[in-house]
């Protein structure tokens, strides 16, 4: 990261000074007291169900230098170490402060390109590919696992390098206004939305408002920068007429002879080949933004080429596992209905001699037209011709239920014949890995 002094941080967050030595330079922030390092801002986060401010002893004694804290707090247990080796600030809040903090961080960060990726789908999946991409001749960092709210982007912001070339952040929503304060926050010089599909209708209603919160990636945009699009939504066309387009159809980039299979995906865009280890078409319409900004940051197609062809996917999202006589592809980190009618078009498009099985599981957050969604996506699997299984209070009313996937860990892996191909498609909450965990136990003891 930046090298910061408490001078800068208390700058920045507009605290109070309670002790210590204004400074003190930090090479590291941390908000979990189990993984600091030396020389270390430690912020200590008030949740639900946590208080840092508990873990402040265990901070300063890993090398906490430096305490960003929203209780009062009595220096008395740490008297033993003189002013110049602990200085303690306080805020109203510490999660606030955190997102204050990580602004200045942006502002410093003079020579780095942020690109910014949101949308409902293939958000995580179109960041590594970006990050594969760039990395074959460029400096830079993505951030980790999901890493998209408002604790995740500063911490994302916070570890980029003075020298990088670029840092990849992932933004996502689940309530109105998450997206526009995101975007103010690490203020994108690119920045790309990813499909749009009925996710967190709950608090979204509809697609549009979906539609209407992603579009708001464009909010922190910095003068001059460039928002890429899926350009087949013509809805979200319309919301944000100025973005440069990518997709199927009559779009700027445009992915053409998709084909994909078993040992990945393969597409061609304006007669040129590419190729990546993914599997489903929706990855060739997100690798197109990748190239796109690929090319905008000075590289050439062979090395765009070189990094898709070597990109790995995200943890559960489409990751192929051959276990005994059984090949299960576990596509179970995020379901909503967009994402599981993606999944069911790329099992029925890969070749296959055998059965083709299909676990879906309870999707999150879809509101009072929840069982609608289950109802129609279980139609649409048996349609087309998959033998079906169903985990989850909303799939109630289909045969082959079962009402968690404690149980359907139980029970599925011995309904497996031989040669199958199993798809687990549904939201992380349900769990549906325990399938694959049963399977594993089942043939591989």
Same mark, same amino acid.
């Given at each position: 990261m930046i090298p910061l002094t408490a001078h800068q941080i208390l700058q920045a967050v507009h605290g109070t000074l309670i002790t210590g030595n204004l400074s003190t330079g930090i090479t590291t922030i941390c908000t979990d007291s189990r993984a600091m390092k030396s020389q270390s801002l430690f912020i200590a986060l008030q949740g639900q169900n946590h208080d840092a401010h508990k873990n402040l002893p265990q901070a300063v004694e890993a090398g906490a230098k430096?305490? !960003?804290?929203?209780?009062?707090?009595?220096? %008395?247990?740490?008297?033993?170490?003189?002013?110049?080796?602990l200085t303690i600030i306080h805020v109203p809040d510490t999660r606030s402060a955190m997102g204050q903090l990580a602004r200045f961080v942006r502002n410093q960060l003079t020579r780095t390109q942020?690109?910014?990726?949101?949308?409902?789908?293939?958000? %995580?999946g179109t960041k590594h590919l970006i990050h594969s991409v760039l990395k074959t001749r460029r400096r830079g960092s993505m951030s980790p696992k999901s890493f998209n709210n408002d604790i995740g982007v500063p911490l994302t912001l916070f570890e980029v390098q003075p020298e990088d070339d670029y840092v990849v952040v992932e933004i996502g929503t689940n309530h109105p206004g998450e997206v526009r304060h995101l975007s103010e926050l690490c203020q994108p010089d690119l920045a790309v939305i990813t499909s749009?599909?009925?996710?967190?209708?709950?608090?979204?209603?509809?697609? =549009?408002g979906v539609r209407q919160e992603n579009a708001q990636i464009t909010h922190g945009l910095r003068p001059g920068g460039t928002v890429?699009?899926?350009?087949?939504?013509?809805?979200?066309? +319309?919301?944000?007429?100025?973005?440069?387009?990518?997709? !199927?159809?009559?779009?700027? $980039?445009?992915?053409?002879?998709? #084909?994909?299979?078993l040992? +990945?995906?393969?597409?061609?865009? =304006?007669?040129?080949?590419?190729?990546?280890?993914?599997? @489903?078409?929706?990855?060739?319409?997100?690798?197109?933004?990748?190239?796109?900004? @690929?090319? #905008?940051?000075?590289?050439?197609?062979?090395?765009?080429?070189?990094?898709?062809?070597?990109?790995?996917?995200?943890?559960?999202?489409? #990751?192929?596992?051959?276990?005994?006589?059984?090949?299960?592809?576990?596509?179970? $980190? =995020?379901?909503?209905p967009t994402s599981v009618r993606a999944a069911l078009e790329t099992l029925a498009e890969i070749p296959w001699s055998g059965r083709k099985v299909v676990v879906l599981g309870q999707m999150r957050e879809l509101g009072k037209n929840s069982v609608d969604f289950h109802r129609s996506l279980g139609k649409l699997a048996l349609s087309m011709g998959f033998v079906c299984h169903f985990v989850g209070e909303d799939y109630k009313e289909q045969e082959n239920w079962y009402p968690d996937s404690v149980e359907a860990r139980e029970k599925i892996p011995g309904?497996?014949?031989?040669?199958d191909l199993v798809l687990l498609k549904g939201s992380r909450g349900t769990r549906l890995e325990l399938i694959e965990q049963g399977v594993i136990q089942r043939y591989q003891g």
């Amino acid at each position: 990261m930046i090298p910061l002094t408490a001078h800068q941080i208390l700058q920045a967050v507009h605290g109070t000074l309670i002790t210590g030595n204004l400074s003190t330079g930090i090479t590291t922030i941390c908000t979990d007291s189990r993984a600091m390092k030396s020389q270390s801002l430690f912020i200590a986060l008030q949740g639900q169900n946590h208080d840092a401010h508990k873990n402040l002893p265990q901070a300063v004694e890993a090398g906490a230098k430096v305490l !960003l804290v929203h209780q009062d707090i009595d220096p %008395t247990p740490w008297s033993h170490l003189p002013p110049s080796e602990l200085t303690i600030i306080h805020v109203p809040d510490t999660r606030s402060a955190m997102g204050q903090l990580a602004r200045f961080v942006r502002n410093q960060l003079t020579r780095t390109q942020v690109i910014a990726v949101g949308g409902s789908n293939g958000k %995580t999946g179109t960041k590594h590919l970006i990050h594969s991409v760039l990395k074959t001749r460029r400096r830079g960092s993505m951030s980790p696992k999901s890493f998209n709210n408002d604790i995740g982007v500063p911490l994302t912001l916070f570890e980029v390098q003075p020298e990088d070339d670029y840092v990849v952040v992932e933004i996502g929503t689940n309530h109105p206004g998450e997206v526009r304060h995101l975007s103010e926050l690490c203020q994108p010089d690119l920045a790309v939305i990813t499909s749009i599909g009925e996710e967190h209708l709950e608090f979204f209603h509809d697609l =549009n408002g979906v539609r209407q919160e992603n579009a708001q990636i464009t909010h922190g945009l910095r003068p001059g920068g460039t928002v890429w699009i899926p350009g087949d939504d013509l809805a979200l066309r +319309g919301m944000l007429p100025q973005a440069r387009t990518f997709g !199927l159809n009559d779009c700027e $980039y445009t992915a053409d002879d998709i #084909q994909t299979g078993l040992d +990945g995906t393969r597409f061609t865009l =304006n007669g040129m080949p590419f190729e990546l280890p993914q599997i @489903g078409r929706h990855h060739a319409i997100n690798a197109l933004p990748a190239i796109a900004i @690929g090319r #905008q940051m000075g590289l050439d197609d062979d090395s765009i080429r070189e990094g898709l062809a070597r990109s790995t996917s995200p943890e559960m999202r489409m #990751q192929k596992r051959v276990i005994g006589p059984v090949t299960l592809i576990n596509d179970a $980190y =995020n379901a909503n209905p967009t994402s599981v009618r993606a999944a069911l078009e790329t099992l029925a498009e890969i070749p296959w001699s055998g059965r083709k099985v299909v676990v879906l599981g309870q999707m999150r957050e879809l509101g009072k037209n929840s069982v609608d969604f289950h109802r129609s996506l279980g139609k649409l699997a048996l349609s087309m011709g998959f033998v079906c299984h169903f985990v989850g209070e909303d799939y109630k009313e289909q045969e082959n239920w079962y009402p968690d996937s404690v149980e359907a860990r139980e029970k599925i892996p011995g309904r497996l014949d031989e040669g199958d191909l199993v798809l687990l498609k549904g939201s992380r909450g349900t769990r549906l890995e325990l399938i694959e965990q049963g399977v594993i136990q089942r043939y591989q003891g």
